[in-house]
């Protein structure tokens, strides 16, 4: 069976500075005609880094979309054209000062692709060395550390809840005890 829908036409609804929104007219493969709303985003990334101890680095930060404060992996937005492996090295520094001696992929996470093109990429950082934080001027958070085993069990119990720390650090736990 052929699933592949076919474009028409394409109308954009909102240019922001992160979203730009579209409406597609699309031709579904019964040859019904169907609208498709996307989000299109440049994509981001996350670094599960992990120190000498096996600690997890976390930050804290508000997250207005939920209106409560969020513990995950450091993450940020790839620019348009911007390497990913590069963006991540650059966010994990500027969130938490640390360098990674070990940089290595997990994968990539596609977040809601029902609606949204964004596609995160995930990586490991090891071999840590530590130095100064330099936060974006509208970025504010706090850093932890957890032993990776317990933010495992956060994960499975439900306690982290955003997608792009589940999915790293579940694939890590998976990569790690191979």
Do not use: W
Request: charged residues 30%; contains cysteine.
């Amino acid at each position: 069976m052929e699933l592949t829908e076919k474009t028409l036409s394409s109308e954009k609804i909102f240019d922001g500075k992160i979203l730009h929104i579209r409406k597609d007219t699309v031709l579904l493969p019964n040859g019904q005609r169907a609208f498709r709303e996307v989000a299109d985003h440049p994509g981001g990334v996350c670094v599960l880094a992990l120190d000498e101890k096996n600690q997890a680095l976390l930050v804290k930060q508000f997250r207005y979309p939920y209106m409560q404060i969020l513990r995950e992996l450091p993450a940020g937005k790839l620019e348009y054209g911007e390497d990913p492996r590069t963006a991540a090295i650059r966010e994990l520094k500027e969130e938490t000062g640390a360098v990674a001696g070990k940089f290595e992929s997990l994968g990539e996470l596609y977040p809601s692709p029902g609606y949204c093109g964004e596609i995160i990429r995930m990586y490991l950082a090891r071999d840590l060395q530590f130095g100064e934080v330099h936060l974006d001027e509208d970025e504010f958070l706090t850093l932890e550390r957890i032993p990776f085993d317990a933010l495992v069990q956060e994960v499975v119990s439900g306690e982290i809840r955003d997608a792009k720390t589940i999915a790293a650090v579940l694939k890590a736990k998976i990569i790690l005890d191979m």
